[in-house]
């Protein structure tokens, strides 16, 4: 089994989209007030950032079969410059068979190449199969992440 990874290129924006549902499957859901046309559109606004990479991965056959994002996005007082790998997703039937695993490498490899001191990954709590293969990647468990939502005032 062959997969080439590759950065997201303009006109591959629905795609990437569509690589990104995969994490509505279970465990995971799709977040409230979802609407794949503004992600298509954010998709496009990413592609012309320097402090983002997307990627995907592709079958001998140019099947999509993953997708990630990494941004560089906080410089912390305490630990440096931090790369965040906001979205890690595998097509189902191409799960546990080196995708993730070389999606992660050419996210970290870019982070790197762009100054990263570390890497930042948050995983929803009931996906227990993704937090394995983190840790056999060679991620540590460090902290646990809290979010509010932020309503439009009227």
């Given at each position: 089994m062959s997969i080439q990874i590759?950065?997201?290129e303009r006109g591959c924006e629905a795609a990437f989209v569509s690589g990104l549902e995969w994490l509505f499957d279970p465990p995971g859901s799709r977040p409230p007030n979802w609407d794949r046309r503004q992600a298509?559109?954010?998709t496009a606004q990413l592609l012309d950032q320097e402090n983002v990479a997307l990627?995907?991965?592709r079958s001998q056959q140019d099947q999509l079969v993953g997708v990630a994002s990494?941004?560089?996005d906080i410089m912390s007082v305490r630990f440096g410059?931090?790369?965040s790998i906001e979205d890690l997703a595998v097509h189902p039937g191409w799960r546990s068979r080196g995708v993730g695993a070389s999606l992660l490498t050419a996210a970290r490899a870019w982070a790197h190449e762009q100054g990263a001191d570390f890497v930042f990954l948050e995983?929803?709590?009931?996906r227990a199969d993704?937090?394995?293969f983190y840790l056999r990647e060679g991620a540590t468990h460090s902290a646990a992440t809290f979010r509010w939502t932020i309503e439009?005032?009227?």
């Open positions: 590759r950065r997201t298509v559109d954010r990627f995907e991965a990494v941004y560089v410059r931090r790369a995983s929803g709590l009931a993704a937090h394995r439009p005032t009227a």
